[in-house]
């Protein structure tokens, strides 16, 4: 088959990428407001992946990390706490134990984070170690460049393939939508991730920019909406990279509940992919308190 | 109608006003509120200026905030190169601030004299940054091993209210100091003079003072008090002319975070308003205790 031959197969429509932005631009008019404002943050709490993955981490680090997870900040009661952490594998073991008894889970990059250029064996053996730690979610990389040359059929058999290593754990593909070009391969993209058993689909590694836009994760929530028409099956969505101010995330929500419904607004079907952006949420929720506005530098580093 | 030109030549030519927008990390924005007000001067409007609201405020402290460490960290030296810079440009618009000055309701010669002056006054305070660190820092008689030093760092973010009356000179008698030492400000413009504080901006724009380092509002100080004085990352607040009234309110709420306030009732044209006091009001002394070896009969050994 050629490669228009396979994209209709996944029968991915056409993206009217003008239509998108403006669409996706119109999230951002609406209004949120004291009480449900103040729901609306405690709700990007709740969906927060805490993430670290830069080449210079740390045990220490890690740990660091996985206590502010617990402890947001302990001066208001009744927080939540965020969804999951994300490291890499070889933190797992160190992550699952710090965090043990408290909710979190523990989610780790592998198939060759960030870039995926490795043997289809080395990427199971990354996804199988950071599964026997214990992580309970998987966040794995599309093989871009074999997507661009069109060989669908492959991309399509590593998220299976992937998949099927995961066991219990759950698996995210990340797309890196930055480097996919067009609102078309986008979708098509997704496509592709849904129908091989993606849990989840996700932008972006946060390592390339542009990382996630509200354009992006619009035309990937259609897909996992049209899927759960055509299917009934849910599939969860994670925008991550460049959300750092709770306003955007806000536009995040309102984005997630127009297009695919309550039943999304939800840990298990949403996530943020984010380091910076539960500080900024904190502040906001202490200012809704408090009346005054925060500081940085009486929040927990993160 | 060519007769007309040539008798009446300026007349016909409709007179392009200029809009008095606020400068806030190194734009020139409107203010989000959309709002404006006509400061009024002899019977006549001056314009509709910005009438800044409480985001403004944030907006603004969140640029000063971050333009503030790369400020302190530039040298001594640099910082006053370029409060000398600022001085340069200000003395080549000087026409410019006389026709403003006289439209706010100075008289001719007071407007030449508060232009010379602030002109000055930045010289003053250029020479005054690679200097104050010497006349106020100390080395300290202490009875133990250590080599005892105090020097001055700078608070932070400050944000002045700048003279009603002398709306030039004033404010830069409280801005040059401010950021002589490092720190960054957010000044609010003297409500009914608001003209030549806009026009200072510009100079600042275009004296390679980093954006974010000086921020300048224009606004009713009744309205943003409670905003900038309950901040939490606002460091210290300088007060000109205010009523005792305000000036208690804002000292009440500025004790949450038990945050500086200075109040100022200077004359500022007399020669003892430029005092290197002023950037001392907004410094914080830092100790520091420095383990030496034992201090002997043939003394110290560092």
């Given amino acids: 088959m050629n490669q228009s031959q396979i994209a209709r197969v996944f029968k991915s429509p056409v993206i009217d990428q003008v239509g998108v932005v403006e669409r996706a631009k119109r999230f951002t008019t609406r209004s949120i407001k004291s009480e449900a404002k103040m729901q609306g943050l405690e709700m990007v709490l709740s969906m927060i992946d805490l993430t670290t993955l830069e080449g210079m981490d740390t045990e220490g680090k890690v740990k660091q990390l996985c206590y502010k997870a617990q402890h947001l900040h302990d001066s208001i009661d009744g927080l939540p706490t965020v969804a999951a952490i994300c490291v890499y594998p070889n933190f797992v073991g160190l992550a699952k134990r710090c965090l043990a008894g408290s909710g979190i889970n523990v989610a780790s990059v592998a198939t060759a984070f960030p870039s995926g250029n490795s043997s289809l064996e080395i990427k199971l053996a990354d996804v199988s170690m950071a599964v026997s730690e214990g992580a309970d979610e998987i966040d794995m990389v599309i093989s871009r460049g074999r997507f661009h040359r069109g060989e669908y059929n492959f991309v399509f058999d590593e998220i299976a393939a992937v998949k099927a290593a995961c066991g219990e754990a759950r698996l995210k593909t990340i797309l890196e939508t930055g480097e996919l070009g067009s609102l078309d391969k986008v979708r098509l993209a997704s496509d592709i991730a849904i129908a091989a058993g993606a849990d989840f689909i996700k932008t972006s590694t946060g390592k390339i920019q542009p990382a996630a836009t509200m354009p992006v994760t619009l035309v990937m929530l259609e897909a996992i909406r049209d899927h759960f028409q055509k299917t009934g099956l849910m599939v969860g969505m994670k925008p991550a990279g460049g959300i750092s101010k709770s306003k955007l995330a806000l536009h995040y929500l309102i984005m997630v509940k127009e297009t695919l419904g309550d039943a999304w607004l939800d840990p298990k079907w949403f996530r943020f992919g984010a380091s910076s952006l539960a500080n900024d949420v904190l502040m906001q929720i202490e200012k809704q308190r408090t009346g005054a506005y925060q500081a940085a530098n009486y929040f927990a580093i993160d | 109608m060519t007769e007309s030109n040539e008798n009446s030549g300026k007349s016909d030519r409709l007179e392009v006003l200029k809009t008095y927008k606020m400068?806030?990390?190194?734009?020139?924005?409107?203010?989000?509120?959309?709002?404006?007000?006509?400061?009024?001067?002899?019977?006549?409007?001056?314009?509709?200026?910005?009438?800044?609201?409480?985001?403004?405020?944030?907006?603004?402290?969140?640029?000063?905030?971050?333009?503030?460490?790369?400020?302190?960290?530039?040298?001594?030296?640099?910082?006053?190169?370029?409060?000398?810079?600022?001085?340069?440009?200000?003395?080549?618009?000087?026409?410019?601030?006389?026709?403003e000055l006289i439209r706010q309701g100075m008289e001719a010669d007071s407007a030449e004299t508060q232009i010379t002056q602030s002109i000055d006054r930045l010289i003053y305070y250029a020479g005054w940054c690679d200097k104050y660190q010497q006349v106020f820092s100390s080395v300290n008689p202490v009875a133990s091993s250590h080599f005892n030093f105090s020097t001055l760092e700078p608070v932070g973010v400050v944000f002045a209210v700048a003279s009603r009356d002398c709306p030039l000179l004033g404010l830069i008698s409280l801005i040059a100091p401010v950021i002589a030492s490092g720190n960054t400000c957010v000044v609010l413009a003297s409500e009914n003079s608001p003209l030549s504080a806009i026009t200072f901006a510009e100079v600042l724009a275009t004296s390679d003072v980093p954006g974010g380092v000086v921020n300048i509002l224009t606004g009713r100080v009744e309205e943003l008090s409670e905003h900038f004085s309950r901040h939490l990352d606002v460091n210290a607040i300088a007060c000109d002319g205010l009523g005792v009234d305000l000036n208690t309110t804002i000292k009440e709420f500025a004790s949450e975070t038990i945050k500086r306030v200075k109040i100022y009732h200077q004359e500022w044209s007399a020669e003892a308003a430029a005092n290197p006091y002023l950037i001392q009001d907004f410094c914080e002394v830092k100790t520091t205790w420095h383990p030496i070896e034992q201090i002997t009969e043939s003394g110290a050994s560092y």
């Avoid at chain 2, 190194?26 to 709002?35: L, Y």
């Avoid at chain 2, 030296?77 to 026409?95: H, P, T, V």
């Fill in chain 2, 23 to 99: 400068y806030i990390d190194g734009k020139f924005p409107r203010t989000e509120s959309a709002r404006y007000y006509q400061p009024v001067v002899n019977g006549t409007s001056l314009g509709n200026v910005c009438l800044a609201s409480r985001k403004d405020v944030r907006n603004s402290v969140v640029a000063a905030r971050s333009a503030q460490a790369a400020w302190a960290r530039r040298t001594a030296y640099n910082r006053a190169q370029i409060l000398y810079r600022i001085a340069e440009m200000l003395e080549g618009r000087s026409q410019q601030f006389l026709d």
